[in-house]
Structures are given as C-alpha cells and as structure tokens.
Antibody
Framework: QVQLQESGPGVVKPSQTLSLTCTVS??????????WSWIRQPAGEGLEWIGH???????NYSPSLRSRVNISLDMSKNQFSLKLDSVTAADTAVYYC????????????WGQGTLVTVSS | DVVLTQSPLSLPVTLGQPASISCRSS???????????LNWFHQRPGQSPRRLIY???NRDSGVPDRFSGSGSDTDFSLSISRVEAEDVGVYYC?????????FGQGTKLEIK
C-alpha cells in the first residue's frame, strides 16, 4: 500500500518561496506510470488543484499558479517536491500531495496534508 | 475554467435514509476519447479527501455499494442509498476532462 507524507516549513514569510516535499513509501516513484500531484485547501474552504508531474517528468500546472509553481521528482530519494514563489497570505492553506493512476480520474492516494501559513 | 456547482451545500440526513448530491458543470464533460471524467471525493473532518467514484459511476475498491454515481454531459449526482454515521463530512465533485482540474465547492453531509 503506497503512502505519502508531506514535509516542509509550517511558516513562510510573504514574498518568499514555499517549498514542500512529499516522501513516498510502499512503492517506487520511478516504477509504473503515475501522476504525482499537489492540491491545496485554505482553512474552511474547498480544494484547489495545483499541478502534477508524470513519472516521465512531464508537468502540468494550474494556469492561475503556473508563473509561480514548479513540481519536480527526486527518484534517488523517492520524493517529489513543490515550490511556489512570491507567496502571499492567499497561499496559506493545507497542502496535500497525492497520486493518480490515470490523468483524468482524480487522485486515489493522498498524504495527510501539511498546513503552511504565510506570515511575517 | 470549468465551474462545478454542487447542491445542496448542506445536507442534513437521518440515519438509514437516502441522500443525493447534485454536481452541475459549466461545460460538457465528455472528453475526446468518449469518456466522461467526473469524480467524487469524501473528506471526513480532520482527514484527507478520499476518492469514492471515478469516471461518473466507477466505485473505488473498498467503497460500500450504498454509494453510486450517475449522470452525463453537464449534470451528475452522487447517491447514498442508506446513510450511515461514517458518511458525515464534505463531498466534492471534481472534473478531469478540462484543464485545469476543478472541484465543486463541497456539500456538507451531517446526521440529523
């Protein structure tokens, strides 16, 4: 059973870069053909899909965040990462990493989520 | 972006009674491969979302058969035949047909 665990700073200052890592266990991110995703949820609000990276390294990002976001794979550590530049208070949210088997069918494995607060 | 509108936003239900949630899309969700990529998720309080249904009507492994999904084109629904206590939480529809992926605003199911 694959498991995903987010890690990273809980507080980021405005204008700085938010960096999160998702560690995958129970399976290798280099095997199989999966989509490794990031999704966020502001407190008390709904879900926002940020983007994903395919096992081949191809990425897709939400247009609203594309200019600030980068998702990458680290096969050697069995991890994938999210970087979001120039953060503001509006980026405060619980960030989830997740995995999808098929591009369009939604993510069927999720991490527990990590709260990131943008504050000086 | 595709807007998914769920209704109702709040759904009080008596245990053992049926429940239904509607999800309407601002655009048709049939993809060029002929499939319709409308998916449903359930999020219990304090937990991560869990996918229940993918591609309109396919139940995920381990999802009780009291859950069913239906619909086509722009109108979809998630039905629960007999609500149990563990079904409380927020239900989200999500479309995978168009970029970017978008979610509905969520429907909160509670027990009366």
């Amino acid at each position: 059973q694959v498991q995903l665990q987010e890690s990273g700073p809980g507080v980021v200052k405005p204008s700085q870069t938010l960096s999160l890592t998702c560690t995958v266990s129970g399976g290798s991110i280099s095997s199989g053909y999966y989509y490794w995703s990031w999704i966020r949820q502001p407190a008390g609000e709904g879900l926002e899909w940020i983007g994903h990276i395919y096992s081949s390294g191809r990425t897709n990002y939400s247009p609203s965040l594309r200019s600030r976001v980068n998702i990458s794979l680290d096969m050697s550590k069995n991890q994938f990462s999210l970087k979001l530049d120039s953060v503001t208070a509006a980026d405060t949210a619980v960030y989830y990493c997740a995995r999808a088997v098929a591009d369009r069918e939604g993510e069927n494995y999720w991490g527990q989520g990590t709260l990131v607060t943008v504050s000086s | 972006d595709v807007v998914l509108t769920q209704s109702p936003l709040s759904l009080p239900v008596t245990l053992g009674q049926p429940a239904s949630i509607s999800c309407r899309s601002s655009q048709r969700l049939v993809y060029s491969d002929g499939n319709t990529y409308l998916n449903w998720f359930h999020q219990r309080p304090g937990q991560s979302p869990r996918r229940l249904i993918y591609s309109v009507s396919n139940r995920d492994s381990g999802v009780p058969d009291r859950f069913s999904g239906s619909g086509s084109d722009t109108d979809f629904s998630l039905s629960i035949s007999r609500v149990e206590a563990e079904d409380v939480g927020v239900y989200y529809c999500m479309q995978g047909t168009h970029w970017p992926r978008t979610f509905g605003q969520g429907t909160k199911l509670e027990i009366k």
